[in-house]
């Protein structure tokens, strides 16, 4: 009886898997299809036409096939904002974030710190505040004007004031951005370190490991895998900054802090050229494509 | 007997499809609402408190018509993105007040009704000076919008502190002789005496209000209106340019103010009331907009302390001339459901007292004869005054494309604002990047 049972069941149970499969991911399958592959599938689409907002060619959109990425690529504008594209993830994301984030992590692990809670809620803060709110804050806070809050502080130590802004754009956007994005990275890295063994650190310290050498040869590469996806998690968010930037310096002064999303943003909505902004985007969406795979590869791990 | 059934079937069908059709007439003849939108606050103002009388005078002429105001308020580009996007969208309003300067890639765009049968069957439209008509009228010879302000671009100066400082206030001739002014002004004060619109930050008052003016009054041709082609490169922009190049060089322009995500604050509003900053390149409506006892940032006795210059001639053989500054106009959407309606409340908003109201509380001139006796227009001098120059102004020719001219004019003159490019490589930047984004059909060779 019970034979004739399991042999009973035994074929039915891949094909309700089979049969559920379809209802548990079908779902998601229509919802990334609805709003990723679509608007993506139609962006490429206007990428290859002269698709405008205004002016009489605004009525009648042409076909012009690869002339959006010839323009773009001929263009010292827009590789220049590859060019700061770059360079902002780079110091901010990548460098800032990250080094960061995994420092203030580390020290929460520490046994013998004190008001955890209040030191992680603090971290914590810049992540939860709204981007506009965070930016328009740090606009006021870094204005040139003799009465923001950073001329003061330099008035007190006698210093004339200054406009960080204009003077230091870019540096100021990756400090910000650092700023804003460290919470992120040290619950990333908090999480991965609890993974971490402790008898594997004790052993390791019993063996004369500095603090440095352990972290090094121990725990680095027992997180490889989910620092690594952090990097490309942050990476993809950094690369698509977009209002922390704009309520900050618009793009400027003169073009030193337009990156890539702000280029895009003026190219397709301030100047109505959806056509060339929409080249843009794809552009960027190929580039961090290959950025995408080469973390995954390097992280062996499945994205 | 059957036959009266079938006569009374017919007539209840009658007076079935009787009521159906009343009704139906009832709801083609009930209110009509018109959607207005208004992006500045002080024109959002002043209009608020006309609909109350339009509907009035409508409602005398036997039409229910409402009008409901939309108010949102934003900065030109912020308007002009926003706006663009609705239109694209199929959501505008059914009027929108806006700078002409938009009319032209709208109007292109299909997205602005063609007044043309509106305004030629118009006593009023015979009242607009010949300068705003030819302003207003797009390159295929029609009209897509109501200009209901006018201006005047000038070189607005502090006479007050100039004068304080010893410095001849009388109207330069050239720009070189105001250079030398500047440079007497900075040499006693330590500050940038003078700012024009420039680079990204400004967006398109780099263009309107400050690179087009200067080079308006040089001859040089930038847009032929027969062919419909954009000059790149002639010796009036080449001389723009380098204008704005000397001035940097010479510390003439306050470059980090200009640098500023809102380069107008401590330009306009902060340094030129303050006086520390005499000499600025503006608009009439800045007697009102932005000087006057309600606007952004007040002068007192602006008439006694501010006075005027027409730009100085840039070029051999040419002389000083006020420039026409463009103004507002009352666009209909080419969607709007009820456009005689629409162009009936444009039509009354620009006219009478109606517009005297307007032209009064932004500070903007008459489009239009016969409005300097109307109150409260007619108690303010200095728009007056800037109405009689208007007569005599030049009129910037303007194109389909201009706002892709605007966009190369804003990444040159940051170049030059920025240091990275003295007048000639900004030039060629300009007629590079322009002609790349007008494309080749649009650009002379």
Request: include cysteine; charge should be negative.
């Amino acid at each position: 009886m019970t034979t004739a049972k399991t042999s009973a069941a035994r074929p039915t149970r891949p094909l309700q898997e089979r049969a559920a499969l379809p209802v548990l991911l079908g779902p998601s399958v229509l919802l990334i299809a609805v709003f990723v592959i679509a608007p993506a599938a139609y962006g490429i689409y206007l990428a290859l036409t002269d698709t405008q907002l205004t002016g009489f060619a605004a009525q009648d959109p042409q076909f012009v096939g690869l002339e959006n990425f010839r323009n773009l690529l001929g263009s010292a504008d827009f590789l220049e904002s590859l060019g700061r594209t770059g360079e902002f993830v780079l110091w901010s994301a990548i460098i800032g974030q990250t080094v960061l984030g995994m420092l203030a992590a580390l020290l929460l692990r520490q046994k013998w710190l004190r008001g955890k809670g209040l030191f992680g809620a603090l971290m914590l803060l810049p992540m939860v505040v709204p981007e506009v709110v965070a930016s328009l804050t740090w606009a006021s806070v870094l204005s040139s004007e003799d009465g923001s809050t950073f001329n003061r502080l330099l008035g007190l130590f006698g210093s004339g004031a200054a406009a960080p802004l204009q003077e230091y754009p870019m540096t100021s956007v990756i400090l910000i951005n650092v700023w804003r994005g460290i919470a992120f990275a040290m619950i990333m890295f908090q999480a991965a370190l609890e993974d971490v063994p402790d008898e594997l650190l004790e052993a390791s310290r019993m063996d004369g490991a500095s603090a440095l050498q352990v972290f090094r040869h121990i725990t680095l590469p027992l997180i490889r895998g989910p620092v690594f996806l952090y990097l490309l998690l942050t990476t993809i968010t950094t690369v698509g900054v977009f209002g922390l930037i704009y309520f900050l310096t618009q793009g400027g002064p003169g073009q030193d802090t337009e990156i890539t999303s702000v280029y895009i943003f003026q190219s397709a909505f301030k100047y109505s050229q959806i056509g060339l902004g929409s080249a843009a985007s794809v552009i960027l969406l190929i580039l961090l494509t290959i950025l995408g795979m080469t973390y995954a590869r390097l992280a062996k791990v499945e994205v | 007997m059957r036959r009266n059934r079938v006569l009374a079937a017919g007539a209840a069908g009658l007076l079935f499809a009787g009521v159906l059709t009343a009704c139906s007439d009832s709801r083609a003849e009930g209110p009509v609402t018109v959607k207005l939108l208004q992006f500045q606050e002080a024109r959002a103002d002043v209009v608020k408190d006309l609909i109350p009388e339009f509907e009035k005078a409508m409602a005398e002429k036997g039409q229910d018509v409402k009008v409901e105001l939309v108010t949102d308020i934003l900065t030109d580009d912020q308007f002009r993105t926003k706006i663009t996007q609705q239109f694209y969208s199929g959501k505008a309003p059914d009027v929108v007040d806006m700078g002409n300067k938009n009319v032209t890639g709208m109007a292109g765009a299909g997205y602005l009704l063609k007044l043309d049968k509106y305004l030629h069957t118009w006593d009023g439209w015979d009242e607009y000076y010949p300068s705003v008509k030819d302003g207003a009228r797009e390159r295929n010879g029609s009209y897509y919008s109501l200009p209901h302000e006018a201006s005047v671009q000038s070189l607005f100066y502090r006479k007050d502190v100039l004068e304080r400082l010893g410095i001849d206030t009388s109207q330069p001739r050239t720009w070189d002789e105001l250079i030398a002014r500047l440079k007497q002004v900075r040499a006693k004060t330590g500050e940038a005496p003078i700012v024009l619109p420039a680079g990204t930050a400004w967006g398109d008052g780099s263009w309107s209000e400050g690179l087009l003016p200067v080079m308006a009054g040089t001859g040089s041709t930038l847009y032929d209106d027969e062919s419909g082609k954009w000059k790149l490169r002639s010796k009036g922009l080449s001389a723009a340019f380098d204008l704005y190049a000397d001035l940097v060089e010479a510390d003439l322009l306050p470059v980090r103010d200009l640098q500023n995500p809102n380069p107008w604050e401590p330009t306009k509003y902060q340094k030129f009331p303050q006086g520390t900053l005499p000499v600025a390149a503006q608009g009439s409506w800045g007697w009102k907009y932005d000087w006057g006892p309600e606007g952004s940032a007040p002068i007192k006795n602006s008439r006694e302390r501010i006075g005027t210059w027409d730009y100085p001639a840039l070029v051999p053989g040419t002389k000083p001339a006020p420039v026409s500054g463009g103004g507002f106009g009352y666009s209909v959407n080419a969607d709007a459901a009820h456009p005689d309606a629409a162009v009936e409340l444009a039509k009354w908003l620009s006219s009478g007292k109606a517009l005297a109201k307007q032209l009064a509380a932004v500070g903007a001139v008459s489009p239009r004869e016969g409005l300097s006796g109307t109150a409260p227009y007619k108690n303010e001098p200095s728009l007056l005054q800037a109405e009689d120059e208007l007569k005599s102004s030049i009129q910037p020719p303007l194109g389909d494309g201009e706002d892709r001219v605007s966009q190369a004019v804003q990444s040159a003159t940051a170049k030059i604002v920025s240091g990275d490019a003295d007048g000639s490589q900004a030039a060629d930047a300009f007629a590079e990047e322009a002609a790349e984004l007008l494309g080749s059909t649009r650009v002379a060779k």
